[in-house]
Nanobody
Framework: QVQLVESGGGLVQPGGSLRLSCATS????????MGWYRQAPGQQRELVAS???????DYADSVKGRFTISRVNDKSAVYLDLNSLKPEDTAVYYC??????????WGQGTQVTVSS
């Protein structure tokens, strides 16, 4: 049973923008910390951004000031706005949900490619 459903991603030129979406059930959305990891070819999975059920956010240093994570309660969805994209942002982005520190759920992953 799919718990996290991702959408968005694609090909964009450097300096461009994209929006990723992650929809889930009300029970997960209400109680879990959610966010995104990303994984580039040949590299380890990297935590990009997270948002708690109360709306507290955290970002990797590499994306601070460029990416924004948000949540919409009536849609049980979390969004990641990617702005001022760089080629090094190219990766598969995975939505996740955790309640006690260990990741409990993963999205299916969505490809973000930044290239001219």
């Amino acid at each position: 049973q799919v718990q996290l459903v991702e959408s968005g991603g694609g090909l964009v030129q450097p300096g461009g923008s994209l929006r990723l979406s992650c929809a889930t059930s009300r029970s997960i959305f209400s109680f879990y910390v959610m966010g995104w990891y990303r994984q580039a070819p040949g590299q380890q999975r990297e935590l990009v951004a997270s948002i708690s059920s109360s709306g507290s956010t955290d970002y990797a240093d590499s994306v601070k000031g460029r990416f924004t994570i948000s949540r919409v309660n009536d849609k049980s969805a979390v969004y990641l706005d990617l702005n001022s994209l760089k080629p090094e942002d190219t990766a598969v982005y995975y939505c996740y949900a955790t309640r006690w520190g260990r990741v409990d759920y993963w999205g299916q992953g969505t490809q973000v490619t930044v290239s001219s």
